[in-house]
């Protein structure tokens, strides 16, 4: 089932998720959901707070970068309760691009190389390092759940000058081909 994806002002995506465990509701059946709005508005990552659970989960796949870098030709996870433990390398910049903030992409800086702790659907715990694409995917899936998206990571001059096309966003003036739930939708005066 897709499920409408939250847009950006809504004040789920600026909490700090918790925790879960395995005997989380009905848990298999939200990560396929998650999976199947993430494909539906042709994403590559989707995070919890996105569909307005403030729970530490979120799920990849980053096989459509796989012409740029083939490594992640079946890059499909899914990571619950994470733990960014170290990120190192040469910062870059990547143009990047939110679900909950449609037609706007903005260069971020960030690092090349992570180590993450996090357990799988399965609840198996793993202990990985990811660089380049990869890391970069889970990184901004990361800032969801840390409540931040990558526009607190733009400087506040460019800030400024997405404001009027980020408060249009949150009021629901933009056109998207997915299911969206706007926060100040209702207070639209026509
Ligand atoms: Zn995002």
């Not at 992640?72 to 309760?81: D, G, R, S, T």
């Not at 800030?159 to 997915?178: C, F």
Request: glycine share 4%; aromatic share 10%.
């Amino acid at each position: 089932m897709k499920l409408p994806i939250v847009a950006y002002g809504d004040p789920v995506l600026k909490k700090l998720a918790t925790d879960i465990d395995q005997d989380y509701p009905n848990l298999k059946e939200l990560i396929d959901n998650m999976f199947e709005t993430m494909y539906a508005a042709s994403g590559v990552g989707l995070a919890a707070p996105q569909i307005g659970l403030p729970i530490r989960l979120f799920v990849v796949d980053a096989s459509p970068f796989a012409d740029d870098e083939p490594a992640l030709e079946n890059f499909k996870k899914v990571f619950i309760n994470p733990v960014i433990e170290e990120e190192s390398g040469e910062k870059w910049d990547f143009n990047e691009g939110c679900l909950s903030i449609p037609d706007i992409r903005e260069n971020v800086n960030r690092h090349r190389d992570l180590k993450i702790k996090y357990y799988d659907e399965q609840f198996t715990l793993h202990e990985e390092a990811f660089t380049g694409l990869a890391a970069r995917v889970i990184q901004h899936e990361y800032d969801h759940i840390q409540g931040k998206l990558f526009t607190d990571r733009i400087s506040p001059l460019r800030k400024t000058m997405l404001k009027n096309r980020l408060d249009a966003i949150a009021k629901g003036a933009v056109r998207v081909d997915y299911k969206m739930r706007f926060p100040l939708a209702n207070k639209r005066k026509r």
